[in-house]
């Protein structure tokens, strides 16, 4: 009996090695003699590629709001173009209907999709695609490659800075240029990110962090 496909989702936050990972996964199942199609959605590079912090990078398809993955997959199959799995990087920028689609190609065409994204957003809330995928993924993997906050603790949650000061108020997703603010991000771990205590901030500050209680 073959193996049931599955949709899987493959998280952390920023830096933590999902794109790097995604490539791998693409270049495992290819080497297996497995026919896939890759796909990513704002990218960093600003082009349809997965790129990867270390330097790897491999073209792919770009996800845009109106693209209906189900018939995409449907007409490469009855054009006679096999399709064995899909890689879906970025995948926290999808629409909630993309992600549905995916869960349909897993289930009606027997098609293995791996989609790699980030949970939650600077402000801490889920991205509505992630949410989806949660809601419907067949298996969740949270990535073993761990960034670190500036501390040296574990990064959990992704920061956005707007020249050089954190914000946790502001659009989801920023495309393009917003003027002239110089807009970054960096990941921290939960108690930083909660007192807004970045690299920068912490770097300039002379005096320890302030107790989080009256002393007596």
Same mark, same amino acid.
């Given at each position: 009996m073959s193996a049931v496909a599955e949709l899987t989702y493959f998280t952390g936050p920023m830096d933590c090695g999902k794109s790097t990972l995604a490539l791998q996964v693409a270049y495992t199942e290819s080497t297996a003699g497995r026919l896939g199609r890759l796909f990513t959605m704002l990218d960093r590079s600003g082009e349809a590629t997965i790129t990867s912090r270390i330097g790897l990078t491999s073209?792919?398809?770009?996800?845009?709001?109106? %693209?209906? %993955?189900?018939? #995409?997959?449907?007409?490469?199959?009855?054009?006679?173009?096999?399709?064995d799995f899909l890689v879906c990087d970025e995948a926290q920028f999808y629409t909630p209907a993309h992600i549905d689609q995916l869960a349909r190609i897993v289930d009606e065409l027997q098609i293995d999709v791996f989609c790699f994204g980030i949970l939650t957003d600077f402000r801490t809330e889920l991205f509505p695609a992630s949410r989806r995928l949660v809601e419907l993924c067949d298996?969740?993997?949270?990535?073993?490659?761990?960034?670190?906050?500036?501390?040296?603790?574990?990064?959990?949650?992704?920061?956005?800075?707007?020249?050089?000061?954190?914000?946790?108020?502001?659009?989801?997703?920023?495309?393009?240029?917003?003027?002239?603010?110089?807009?970054? #991000?960096?990941?921290?771990?939960?108690?930083?990110?909660?007192?807004?205590?970045?690299?920068?901030?912490?770097?300039?500050?002379?005096?320890?962090?302030? %107790?989080?209680f009256e002393a007596e």
């Open positions: 073209p792919a398809m770009e996800v845009t709001n109106d %693209l209906d %993955l189900w018939k #995409y997959v449907v007409s490469e199959l009855t054009g006679g173009r096999r399709v298996r969740m993997e949270m990535l073993q490659v761990r960034p670190r906050c500036w501390c040296g603790e574990p990064a959990t949650h992704n920061a956005r800075t707007i020249n050089g000061v954190m914000v946790t108020e502001g659009s989801q997703v920023v495309v393009g240029d917003i003027g002239d603010a110089e807009v970054a #991000y960096q990941v921290l771990c939960r108690r930083h990110h909660r007192r807004h205590v970045t690299a920068q901030v912490a770097a300039v500050t002379l005096s320890p962090e302030p %107790l989080p």
